[in-house]
Antibody, heavy 125, light 107 residues
Framework: QVQLVQSGAEVKKPGASVKVSCKAS????????MHWVRQAPGQRLEWMGW????????KYSQKFQGRVTITRDTSASTAYMELSSLRSEDTAVYYC??????????????????WGKGTTVTVSS | DIQMTQSPSSLSASVGDRVTITCQAS??????LNWYQQKPGKAPKLLIY???NLETGVPSRFSGSGSGTDFTFTISSLQPEDIATYYC?????????FGGGTKVEIK
């Protein structure tokens, strides 16, 4: 079955970087894009960016531009999200989610159909 | 960035009640609107895509409607297992934003 397995919880100090992985199985990794979404405690979901797993093209939220890097390793069917210059406000659960695409006669539409279980990142001195 | 205003932020209803959540976009997003359900400690789950299409396997008591800037999500008959927070999410120019969420509780 289609599955996204994320790496384990991380504890980081302010100013450090964190790299979270998301291993895909059950489908052709390079045929889909992958989103990264985070959720701080008690807060709304927050989109960070996505990567086209086929060609490696990325798009980032303006909020995280310059601090986030999303990459992929096609041989390992794994996407990565690295966030740098961490601060306490980056304490959150980080999710990867597969981007699904559909089409009507007139347009394409997109949604996130499969999600990882999330990786907790705690930033604390 | 397009802002998504979701209301109410929370609601309490009885089992069997009809529940309605609204989501308003700060500009026209056509049908580019999805709805997710998130239970505590769990990842979000897709319920509705492209404003009104029910994801496979999702119960038919869930529905969505709207286009442009105003969207509605409805649970026709609230069930105990529907206790969760619901989020709308738009995509424009392949950049995404989520609404603030609606926490649904049983009265």
């Amino acid at each position: 079955q289609v599955q996204l397995v994320q790496s384990g919880a991380e504890v980081k100090k302010p100013g450090a970087s964190v790299k979270v992985s998301c291993k895909a199985s059950g489908y052709t990794f390079t045929s889909y894009a992958m989103h990264w979404v985070r959720q701080a405690p008690g807060q709304r979901l927050e989109w960070m960016g996505w990567i086209n797993a086929g060609n490696g093209n990325t798009k980032y939220s303006q909020k995280f531009q310059g601090r986030v890097t999303i990459t992929r390793d096609t041989s390992a069917s794994t996407a990565y999200m690295e966030l740098s210059s961490l601060r306490s406000e980056d304490t959150a659960v980080y999710y990867c989610a597969r981007r699904q695409v559909g089409a009507t006669r007139y347009y394409y539409y997109y949604y996130m159909d499969v999600w990882g279980k999330g990786t907790t990142v705690t930033v604390s001195s | 960035d397009i802002q998504m205003t979701q209301s109410p932020s929370s609601l309490s209803a009885s089992v069997g009640d009809r529940v309605t959540i609204t989501c308003q976009a700060s500009q026209d997003i056509s049908n580019y609107l999805n709805w997710y359900q998130q239970k505590p400690g769990k990842a979000p789950k897709l319920l509705i895509y492209d404003a009104s299409n029910l994801e496979t396997g999702v119960p038919s008591r869930f529905s969505g409607s709207g286009s442009g800037t105003d969207f509605t999500f409805t649970i026709s008959s609230l069930q105990p297992e529907d206790i969760a927070t619901y989020y709308c999410q738009q995509y424009d120019n392949l950049a995404l934003t989520f609404g603030g969420g609606t926490k649904v509780e049983i009265k």
